[in-house]
């Protein structure tokens, strides 16, 4: 019988992991998220690029080649 709770909680896990991770790593956990949804379809092709450790980078290289062009 499948619980319909687990999976569920296995969402909320996911996020507490995603929040706590970027509140160790020294970032804001509300712009980390908000990043994530609005770079969606990055993401989803280069997930190693935004880790909560490495998406203000990312960002910056982004904003970087929208200035240049």
């Given at each position: 019988?499948?619980?319909?709770r687990?999976?569920?909680?296995?969402?909320?896990?996911?996020?507490?992991?995603?929040?706590c991770?970027?509140e160790?790593?020294?970032?804001?956990q509300?712009?980390?998220?908000t990043a994530r949804?609005?770079?969606?379809?990055?993401?989803?092709?280069e997930?190693?690029?935004?880790l909560?450790?490495?998406?203000?980078a990312?960002?910056?290289?982004?904003?970087?080649?929208?200035a240049?062009?």
């Amino acid at each position: 019988m499948k619980s319909w709770r687990r999976e569920p909680l296995s969402v909320g896990d996911v996020f507490m992991s995603l929040i706590c991770t970027t509140e160790i790593s020294g970032g804001n956990q509300f712009d980390y998220l908000t990043a994530r949804l609005r770079h969606a379809s990055a993401v989803a092709s280069e997930p190693a690029a935004w880790l909560p450790w490495t998406y203000r980078a990312t960002l910056a290289a982004a904003a970087g080649k929208a200035a240049e062009g």
